[in-house]
């Protein structure tokens, strides 16, 4: 059973509602979620907030989070996840921020840098992810982490 499959069944199970907050993966993980029949069950919606204007004003990521850790960080992914709960009214949420490349790293936070934050009622688990692999599999293996942590938390 793929990942997407998996978590489908056991947020239908358990009657949970989930959201996404995306900024790197660029609505990947919905596309994905969504891919699953009968998906509407459960999923809500989700945000890809590119921009820090999105995160701000759709996501409660505050300018000084922003501001003092960047958009590419474990603070702005979990007030990104929390955000998208609140917006959307769902019991979990998704969410991720990174440098997919292949421009845009730092010294810093080099290309590949991703940040994941799943949350689940009151509870946020986050993951960094540091590898870069290229565009296309920085942001397919996030999204595959995001969806095995997400099952992780909620079982």
């Known amino acids: 059973m793929k990942i997407e499959e998996e978590l489908g ?12 907050a995306e900024s790197c993966t ?33 996501l ?12 590419v960080s474990r603070e702005t992914v979990m007030e990104m996840v929390t955000g998208a709960m609140k917006t959307l009214k769902t ?30 009622k009151d509870e946020i688990i986050t993951m960094q992810r540091s590898e870069n692999y290229g565009r296309e599999c920085n942001v397919q293996i996030a999204v595959q982490n995001a969806l095995e942590l997400l099952l992780y938390l909620i079982q």
């Open 60 to 71: 409660h990521v505050s300018p000084e989070t922003l501001e003092k850790y960047g958009a």
């Open 91 to 120: 019991d979990c949420a998704v969410a991720t921020s990174g440098i997919a490349g292949p421009g845009g790293g730092t010294l810093e936070k080099p290309v590949g840098t991703i940040w994941i934050a799943v949350a689940y």
């Open 9 to 20: 069944s056991a947020l239908r199970a358990q009657k949970i509602t989930l959201s996404t």
């Open 26 to 58: 660029g609505g990947s993980i919905a596309a994905l979620i969504t891919s699953v029949p009968g998906s509407s069950a459960y999923f809500k919606g989700g945000i890809v907030a590119y921009s820090n204007e999105v995160k701000e004003n759709l």
